[in-house]
C-alpha cells in the first residue's frame, strides 16, 4: 500500500459534471503534486503547491482546479472536461521543494474517463 | 535541454538475466536522477536515486550506474525476475526546479519465466 491516498479509483463523467479528486498524506510532507498520465507515457506534471500555496501551474486549462486545504490534503476539482481529459491522475508529495533530492512518492491515482 | 531520452522503449529479458535500461540528458544543472516502476493500475514508485558525485548506487539487485563526463546514467536489474515485469521511467530534477522531475519516456520490462 502506499502512503499516499487517492480517492476515488476510478471516476466516469460527463461533460457538464463538476467532480472532485482527493489526496491525502500522513508523512509531514510539505509538498504535494498533480500529475496526469496518458496510457503508455510518462507522468506529466500540473500543479505544485509548497506550504499549502500554489508555487507551479504548468498552464493547465481553467477547467482543472486544484486545492490545498491543509498540508494533509490536495484536491483537483474538475468542470466541463473534455474527452482528451481522460487519464490516470496521480498525486504525489515530497518533503519540499526547495532542494532537488526529495524523493516524491506517488499514490496509485485515479483513473478518469470523460464521456 | 530539458529533456532525458530513455531506451530502449520495451525489453524482454530471460529469468535469471540482466536488464539494462539507459537514459541520457543535455542539462548539466541536473543534479538528481531517480528511477521509478510502475506496474499496471498504480502509481509510480521510487526505485533508486542517484546524485552525480557518485558512479554507482546499489540496494540489492538493482544498480544505477553514472557517467558524468557522458551525461548517461543507466538502470541494471541483475537476476531478473517475472515480478520485475512493469515500466520503468528514468528521471532527473534541478535544485532551482522547485523539485520538477524530467521523466524519460519509460521502458516496458518482460521478464520471461
Known amino acids: 500500500d502506499t502512503e499516499v491516498t487517492q480517492t476515488p479509483k476510478h471516476l466516469v463523467m460527463g461533460m457538464t459534471n463538476k467532480k472532485s479528486l482527493k489526496c491525502e498524506q500522513h508523512?509531514?510532507?510539505?509538498?504535494m503534486y498533480w500529475y496526469k498520465q496518458k496510457a503508455k507515457k510518462p507522468p506529466e506534471l500540473m500543479f505544485v503547491?509548497?506550504?499549502?500555496?500554489?508555487?507551479i501551474n504548468e498552464s493547465v486549462p481553467s477547467r482543472f482546479s486544484p486545492e490545498c486545504p491543509n498540508s494533509s490534503l490536495l484536491n483537483l476539482h474538475l468542470h466541463a472536461l473534455q474527452p482528451e481529459d481522460s487519464a490516470l491522475y496521480l498525486c504525489a508529495s515530497s518533503l519540499g521543494v526547495l532542494q532537488s533530492y526529495q524523493p516524491q512518492h506517488f499514490g496509485d491515482g485515479t483513473r478518469l474517463s470523460i464521456l | 535541454q530539458q529533456q532525458v531520452k530513455q531506451s530502449p522503449q520495451s525489453l524482454i529479458v530471460q529469468k535469471g538475466g540482466i536488464s539494462i535500461i539507459n537514459c541520457a540528458y543535455e542539462?548539466?544543472?541536473?543534479?538528481?536522477f531517480p528511477w521509478y516502476q510502475q506496474f499496471p493500475g498504480k502509481g509510480p514508485a521510487l526505485l533508486i536515486a542517484?546524485?552525480?558525485?557518485?558512479s554507482e548506487k546499489k540496494e540489492g539487485r538493482f544498480t544505477i550506474s553514472f557517467n558524468k563526463s557522458a551525461k548517461q546514467f543507466s538502470l541494471h536489474i541483475m537476476d531478473s525476475q517475472p515480478g520485475d515485469s512493469a515500466t520503468y521511467f528514468c528521471a532527473a530534477s534541478t535544485p532551482l526546479g522547485g523539485s520538477r522531475l524530467t521523466f524519460g519516456e519509460g521502458t516496458q520490462l518482460t521478464v520471461n519465466p
Open positions: 503547491y509548497s506550504y499549502e500555496k500554489l508555487s
Open positions: 542539462n548539466t544543472a541536473f543534479d538528481y
Open positions: 508523512m509531514g510532507h510539505r509538498a
Open positions: 542517484i546524485r552525480p558525485d557518485v
